[in-house]
């Protein structure tokens, strides 16, 4: 009987094992040793670049991330600058809507994109102005005539330039003529002409100038003044001359002529170390040095007219080294104005003791 059903049993059996073997459980295929790299064990929406972690068979490191958010999101304004290789960081999350696209940019060294200073954007909201500023300008809305003032602290670098204009200059041309001449005797080796310097700025002396200037040319002068680039000044007529035409110069200009004198750049360290001797010996110091306390030191020339005053003065204070230039025309009163120039240059003083002691 088996022998009739022989090929029927051997087809039975292979189907039996067939059906078997799909109802088994299906095999798997093992799991490998350890995890990605560069990848923190997590779900999906969590994992996060491993720090420090080296991928096999590279010399690619990544960099430590968090150390560089850090620096990038310090609290103003004690955090440390951008510097080309750091990427800003914001940390509010925006919209789906307004997720930017993935950057163009090419990589650094360390693979992260680098932003130009183009991709960063300009601030948004102007610098505050400086508290002087606010002082002088309060203390000059009332006055009559024309004013203009220029504070620099040479320790701090803050810096305040009111009514930024040319200004009539009067005898504070006298610095452009100096400078002009030590163009062509830059170290002060011709003992006649080096005098004449000398009394123009220490005593203001008009005939001194004038003998100066009818040597160098008021072409010359302007040279100078222009080579400065300072547009805004020009020497336009001797001193005392009787013409229509008037010299001009800005307080800020005049205050960088004494900042290059004090650091020994204007024209020459010799030239700068005669003009500074000069301004200390000034013998006209009843405004901006009348201002401060006795017993500091000052380096100061002015300029007036019937109806000008000027001043421009270095003050080495306790506070710091500062400069200060005052200019004034269309002036009622020449007195009233001195009196006034006084007065800020105390303001002046006490705010720079006051706020950088």
């Known amino acids: 009987m088996l022998k009739q059903k022989g090929p029927v049993a051997v087809i039975c059996l292979l189907l039996a094992v067939l059906l078997l073997g799909c109802a088994a459980e299906p095999k798997t295929r093992p799991t490998p040793a350890g995890t990605l790299p560069g990848l923190e064990t997590g779900t999906a929406e969590s994992w996060a670049p491993a720090q420090s972690q080296s991928f096999p068979n590279t010399d690619y490191t990544l960099p430590d991330l968090t150390e560089q958010i850090e620096t990038s999101i310090g609290n103003e304004p004690t955090a440390a600058p951008w510097t080309d290789e750091t990427v800003p960081v914001s940390t509010e999350t925006p919209p789906a809507s307004e997720t930017a696209a993935p950057s163009s940019a090419a990589p650094s060294s360390s693979g992260?994109?680098?932003?130009?200073?183009?991709?960063?954007?300009?601030?948004?909201?102007?610098?505050?102005?400086?508290?002087?500023?606010?002082?002088?300008?309060?203390?000059?809305?009332?006055?009559?005539?024309?004013?203009?003032?220029?504070a620099r602290?040479?320790?701090?670098?803050e810096t305040v330039c009111i009514h930024d204009e040319p200004m009539v200059a009067a005898s504070l041309i006298k610095l452009y003529v100096a400078g002009a001449y030590y163009e062509t005797d830059p170290k002060a080796e011709d003992r006649n002409w080096c005098a004449r310097a000398d009394v123009m700025i220490s005593a203001s002396s008009?005939?001194?100038?004038?003998?100066?200037?009818?040597?160098?040319?008021?072409?010359?002068?302007?040279?100078?003044?222009?080579?400065?680039?300072?547009?805004?000044?020009?020497?336009?007529?001797?001193?005392?001359?009787?013409?229509?035409?008037?010299?001009?110069?800005?307080?800020?200009?005049?205050?960088?002529?004494?900042?290059?004198?004090?650091?020994?750049?204007?024209?020459?360290a010799a030239a700068s170390g005669r003009l500074l001797q000069n301004l200390k010996e000034q013998q006209r110091t009843w405004k901006l040095p009348a201002g401060v306390p006795d017993g500091v030191e000052t380096a100061n020339k002015t300029g007036e007219l019937s109806d000008t005053e000027n001043d421009a003065c270095i003050v080495w204070s306790p506070g710091g080294t500062y400069i200060l230039c005052?200019?004034?025309?269309?002036?009622?009163?020449?007195?009233?104005?001195?009196?006034?120039?006084?007065?800020?240059?105390?303001?002046?003083?006490?705010?720079?003791?006051?706020?950088?002691?």
């Open 112 to 150: 992260f994109p680098v932003s130009s200073p183009e991709d960063i954007p300009a601030p948004t909201n102007p610098p505050e102005a400086s508290p002087l500023e606010s002082i002088l300008t309060r203390e000059l809305e009332n006055l009559d005539g024309v004013w203009s003032v220029y």
């Open 153 to 157: 602290n040479l320790k701090t670098g």
């Open 206 to 268: 008009n005939d001194a100038c004038n003998a100066l200037i009818d040597r160098l040319g008021m072409d010359t002068v302007n040279e100078f003044i222009r080579g400065r680039g300072d547009a805004d000044s020009a020497l336009n007529r001797k001193m005392l001359e009787k013409t229509d035409r008037e010299n001009y110069i800005t307080a800020r200009a005049a205050g960088e002529i004494l900042e290059d004198i004090l650091s020994g750049r204007y024209v020459s």
């Open 326 to 357: 005052v200019l004034s025309t269309e002036l009622p009163n020449v007195m009233t104005a001195r009196e006034e120039i006084v007065r800020i240059s105390t303001l002046v003083y006490e705010y720079f003791n006051e706020t950088n002691d």
